[in-house]
């Protein structure tokens, strides 16, 4: 049996000595603060993920592949310094029947080290084509030292309380949350209101799938997916954002439906919720098939953008209001998820 030491993988960006890969990597050609693209970070992460855990699975099973199930909350906990290289140290915390987590270490040396974000991808083993995949049975790991079975209760964790946070969702809204909800649809009565409504803030783009974007056979590579979906969030934050919005956070990514070559891909993106310099934004990829035959959701994420002037000192943005049923259902969502990440009070 390895220990999750053994499954240990590093990447390094090389943006010191690599001028054509930091250029790349860049928001904007000048030297603002937080000039890394996020969307491309989040690109590389899922490389990073999907690599560290075909390495295990391939050592059973050659044949076999692993897909993105889930990304779970990633707080960025410091703007990324385009003047040092960044590391990305990936390691398998936990392995489940056929799924496996992996965790991701985001920082940049030098004194002191940055840390710029931890990560933890579900990731499932398969083997097989298209109708015929089916998931693999995976060895376990010896989760000998402390830390590492420290790391394993966390992973259990995180999956558990996942589970509570969507059982949550099925249910109605507390007093409190009665409230606020109530108060946003009065003022929307007032004469005279003027507010932002969420229904009016979004942005959808299509998008067709070539072979160029391919990574198992047949399917499209996850990674690409996200960083589209970001980026086109992030276009639909500047809506509401007074100043420059920045990540920081992603509260969950869910993949259901692999997308395959030859899909047309809708995405949709709109803002659902606000507080205080907070935007929260849900983007939906839908793929319709070749055929036109099956339309499916196959991806949704929840990007929390913080709102930031030069000199990345959060400012505030305005309110927005829910006007339906499923506004009011988004933004509490979002409300209760942005609720950890703000009580923890470690986003940029
Ligand atoms: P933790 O998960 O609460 O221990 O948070 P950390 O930020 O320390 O690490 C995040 C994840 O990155 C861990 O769960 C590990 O899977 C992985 N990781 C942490 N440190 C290292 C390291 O030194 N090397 C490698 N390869 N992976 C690491």
């Known amino acids: ?31 603002i603060q937080a000039n890394m693209r996020f969307g491309l970070l989040l690109e590389v992460l899922d490389k990073v993920a999907e690599e560290a855990a075909l390495s295990y699975v391939n050592r059973f099973y050659p044949e076999a592949r692993v897909v993105t199930a889930a990304i779970d909350n990633i707080v960025v906990r410091n703007v990324t310094d385009m003047s040092r290289d960044v590391h990305f140290n990936a390691r398998i915390n936990q392995v489940g029947r056929s799924s496996l987590e ?10 002191p080290v940055r840390h710029i974000a931890s990560c933890y991808f579900t990731m499932v083993a398969r083997s097989g084509m298209g109708e015929e995949a089916v998931s693999v049975a995976l060895p376990g790991l010896d989760y ?5 079975k420290q790391r394993v209760e966390k992973a259990l964790k995180r999956r558990t309380e996942y589970k ?23 003022a929307q009565d007032e004469p005279g209101f003027n507010g932002l409504l969420a229904g009016q803030l979004t942005a959808d783009a299509w998008e067709r799938m070539y072979p160029e974007q391919e990574n198992v056979p047949k399917k499209i590579f996850g990674g690409y997916l996200i960083r589209r979906a970001y980026e086109l969030s992030s276009i639909c ?9 920045i990540a920081a956070a992603v509260n969950r990514i869910n993949f259901f439906y692999p997308v395959r070559m030859g899909d047309t891909l809708h995405y949709t993106t709109r803002v659902v919720y606000t507080n205080g310099s907070f935007i929260c934004v849900e983007a939906n ?5 070749r055929d036109k035959a099956t339309k499916a959701l196959s991806n949704s994420c929840l990007f929390t953008f913080v709102n930031v002037d030069e000199e990345l000192n959060r400012q505030p943005v305005p309110v927005v209001y829910p006007a339906n049923y499923g506004e009011d259902a988004r933004y509490l969502m979002a409300h209760r998820s942005c609720q950890t990440l703000i009580e923890d009070g470690e986003a940029v």
């Not at 960006?13 to 030297?31: G, H, I, Q, Y």
């Not at 992996?102 to 004194?111: A, D, N, S, Y």
């Not at 990829?285 to 098939?289: F, G, K, L, P, V």
């Open 164 to 186: 509570q946070q969507q059982a949550l969702l099925g249910e109605p809204p507390s007093q409190e949350e009665f409230e606020m909800l109530t108060g946003l649809h009065a």
């Open 237 to 245: 934050s500047e809506q509401v954002a007074p100043n420059r919005p």
């Open 1 to 31: 049996m390895l220990t999750p030491f053994e499954t240990s993988f590093t990447k390094v960006l090389n943006l010191t000595s690599d001028e054509a890969l930091k250029r790349r990597f860049m928001v904007l050609d000048e030297p």
């Open 102 to 111: 992996i965790g991701i270490r985001v920082e940049q040396p030098g004194v």
């Open 144 to 148: 000998a030292e402390g830390i590492e």
């Open 285 to 289: 990829i839908e793929r319709i098939s």
